[in-house]
T-cell receptor
Framework: NAGVTQTPKFRILKIGQSMTLQCTQDMNHNYMYWYRQDPGMGLKLIYYSVGAGITDKGEVPNGYNVSRSTTEDFPLRLELAAPSQTSVYFC??????????????FGDGTRLSIL | GENVEQHPSTLSVQEGDSAVIKCTYSDSASNYFPWYKQELGKRPQLIIDIRSNVGEKKDQRIAVTLNKTAKHFSLHITETQPEDSAVYFCAASSSFSGNTGKLIFGQGTTLQVKP
């Protein structure tokens, strides 16, 4: 059981380039999340999804887009990379329902540098 | 919006001593409180969680207490070991008002256990 899988693990981008961070989970979780973690800081929610076809903004959505066409996959898109987007990006999922919260399970992260 | 404050930001203890990390939350509707441990360069991993219908939960050397009236919760680690050295994050979430499972994280506490 792989859990939450993120690719790539590392990436260096030039300013203005675009890329997609991939996230897939094999636990049949409805809820998925994208966070960014700047050095020495906590986790900030970028976007989240409560099911296929449903996405919504978190605390820091500017400069990012997401889609959720299947239960398993939740890719994060950077359209015009900026140095401020240099960070570690974590994807997470949970089996939460509308009635109760459940623990979030995290992937290993993608370390992204914008130069 | 919801806010979670975590203290202290750094904590150094001798091996075998106890460590306590405290968090306060602002949203009285919060009813789920997980704690995550993050080792350097690794993913956050859930170590314990508590729901608002209980005041304390234990798992071996780790315990969490919750005071709903004061809106604060604490992580207690007894008999600390060098492998407990990591960054610890508290978080809070509410399952009311259209549950999304979103977590609001504290700023993190860097725990150093000295041999």
């Amino acid at each position: 059981n792989a859990g939450v899988t993120q690719t790539p693990k590392f990436r260096i981008l030039k300013i203005g380039q675009s890329m997609t961070l991939q996230c897939t989970q094999d636990m049949n979780h409805n809820y998925m999340y994208w966070y960014r973690q700047d050095p020495g800081m906590g986790l900030k929610l970028i976007y989240y999804s409560v099911g296929a076809g449903i996405t919504d903004k978190g605390e820091v959505p500017n400069g990012y887009n997401v889609s959720r066409s299947t239960t398993e996959d939740f890719p994060l898109r950077l359209e015009l990379a900026a140095p401020s987007q240099t960070s570690v990006y974590f994807c997470a999922s949970s089996s939460g329902t509308g009635l109760s919260n459940q623990p979030q399970h995290f992937g290993d992260g993608t370390r992204l540098s914008i130069l | 919006g919801e806010n979670v404050e975590q203290h202290p930001s750094t904590l150094s203890v001798q091996e075998g001593d106890s460590a306590v990390i405290k968090c306060t939350y602002s949203d009285s509707a919060s009813n789920y409180f997980p704690w995550y441990k993050q080792e350097l360069g690794k993913r956050p991993q859930l170590i314990i969680d508590i729901r608002s219908n209980v005041g304390e939960k234990k798992d071996q050397r780790i315990a969490v207490t919750l005071n709903k009236t004061a809106k604060h919760f604490s992580l207690h680690i007894t008999e600390t070991q060098p492998e407990d050295s990591a960054v610890y994050f508290c978080a809070a979430s509410s399952s009311f008002s259209g549950n999304t499972g979103k977590l609001i994280f504290g700023q993190g506490t860097t725990l150093q256990v000295k041999p």
